[in-house]
């Protein structure tokens, strides 16, 4: 951490998480309150290194990704700013902010960065703030950036409370189980490096106006992240990766009755689905799971994950597949960056 003559500034880093039971629909879109409970794996593999420096001599705030400066009106960059508000907000401070954030995974690979990012983001910031902020904290103020990034606060298996309160301070995460205590690994499927058509705060939003699902979706919901989080206690892999599945499908089921349709597969997703269920019924347990995108990530155990990554790398449509085993905790410990394994494809599309 630097400190000198109007300047202060810190870097840390976060990774990605995925989540097993999904998040979809706020109850609060002002204060990004998620409507339902979900339950994710934070990811090794997958991290954002991000900067932040509070300098008295800057007009302005400005906001870098992977080398290029992000328009001041553009949605991303509007987020930034809302969250380092709140941050100067707490700590008393006039200063404008450079924040400048590095993805590990190849820029334009399709993977969000939404979730690595902010929780980078609030760590970084708030350091350089002067503020001493609880874990706890940190993932309410980074869930006003993402609603997934209050989980990426955590290493290993990680809830999100939806909670009920109104100002949402009882909407954060916690861990549930250390990564290391059950150290699974996920495959991400790459079937597409487009950004995607609908970001998921605008299709959420379109999703809980139109889908006649969704408020069957907000009552089953606590069911599934009840018995998802028992069966990650109790370390039960068939009943993670099937509840996983069914989270996935019942999220996909609104977004594809959500009027007009958001429809994120294509045929590298679908066939990518059917050589996880094949891998199943040849005897390897791994399961499928799909944010609102094309890539696919399937859930294993480590002694299959090298079977799984060849079986999906060889899909027709699949561009490359990254293993990756469970992160740890967001911090402003930032070494060498790791990098990923990249199974070779065979060479389609
Ligand atoms: C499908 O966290 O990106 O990945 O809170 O509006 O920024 P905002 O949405 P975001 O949505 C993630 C949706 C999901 C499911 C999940 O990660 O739980």
């Known amino acids: 951490m630097e400190n000198t003559g109007g300047v202060r500034s810190a870097t840390a880093r976060a990774h990605s998480n995925i989540a097993l039971a999904k998040y979809w629909g706020k109850r609060d879109a002002a204060l990004n309150i998620p409507a339902v409970s979900s339950i994710s794996v934070t990811l090794d593999g997958l991290s954002t290194d991000t900067t932040v420096r509070f300098d008295e001599s800057l007009g302005t705030d400005e906001f870098r990704l992977d080398g290029r400066l992000v328009p001041a009106d553009h949605a991303?960059?509007?987020?930034?700013?809302?969250?380092?508000?709140?941050?100067?907000?707490?700590?008393?401070?006039?200063?404008?902010?450079?924040?400048?954030?590095?993805?590990?995974?190849?820029?334009?690979?399709?993977?969000?960065?939404?979730?690595?990012?902010?929780?980078?983001?609030?760590?970084?910031?708030?350091?350089?703030?002067?503020?001493?902020?609880?874990?706890?904290?940190?993932?309410?103020?980074?869930?006003?950036?993402?609603?997934?990034?209050?989980?990426?606060?955590?290493?290993?298996?990680?809830?999100?409370?939806?909670?009920?309160?109104?100002?949402?301070?009882?909407?954060?995460?916690?861990?549930?189980?250390?990564?290391?205590?059950?150290?699974?690994?996920?495959?991400?499927?790459?079937?597409?490096?487009?950004?995607?058509?609908?970001?998921?705060?605008?299709?959420?939003?379109?999703?809980?106006?139109?889908?006649?699902?969704?408020?069957?979706?907000?009552?089953?919901?606590?069911?599934?992240?009840?018995?998802?989080?028992?069966?990650?206690?109790?370390?039960?892999?068939?009943?993670?990766?099937?509840?996983?599945?069914h989270s996935c499908l019942a999220l996909h089921s609104l977004m594809l009755t959500t009027r007009p349709a958001l429809i994120y597969w294509n045929a590298a997703t679908v066939a990518t689905i059917h050589a996880v269920r094949a891998l199943r019924a040849d005897g390897v347990p791994v399961y499928f799971t799909i944010d609102a995108g094309p890539q696919v990530k399937a859930l294993c155990r480590p002694e299959d994950s090298q079977a799984v990554g060849d079986a999906l790398a060889a899909v027709r449509g699949v561009r490359h597949a990254i293993r990756t085993g469970l992160g740890r905790a967001a911090s402003l410990d930032v070494p060498p960056t790791d990098s990923f394994h990249s199974a070779p494809t065979a060479g389609t599309s």
């Open 76 to 245: 991303q960059s509007r987020r930034v700013v809302a969250v380092l508000e709140l941050i100067r907000e707490r700590a008393g401070l006039a200063s404008r902010a450079s924040v400048t954030s590095a993805n590990n995974f190849p820029t334009g690979a399709g993977l969000a960065s939404s979730a690595s990012g902010f929780a980078a983001l609030v760590v970084a910031a708030s350091a350089a703030a002067g503020l001493d902020l609880s874990a706890r904290e940190l993932s309410i103020l980074a869930r006003r950036g993402s609603a997934s990034a209050a989980r990426s606060l955590f290493g290993g298996f990680v809830e999100l409370h939806a909670g009920i309160a109104d100002d949402g301070s009882d909407s954060f995460a916690e861990q549930l189980l250390d990564g290391e205590a059950w150290p699974l690994e996920v495959v991400v499927a790459i079937t597409d490096s487009a950004v995607k058509a609908v970001s998921s705060t605008a299709g959420m939003q379109s999703t809980s106006a139109t889908s006649p699902f969704y408020p069957a979706w907000i009552e089953s919901s606590e069911d599934t992240v009840r018995e998802m989080r028992e069966a990650v206690l109790a370390r039960d892999f068939r009943a993670v990766g099937e509840l996983t599945e």
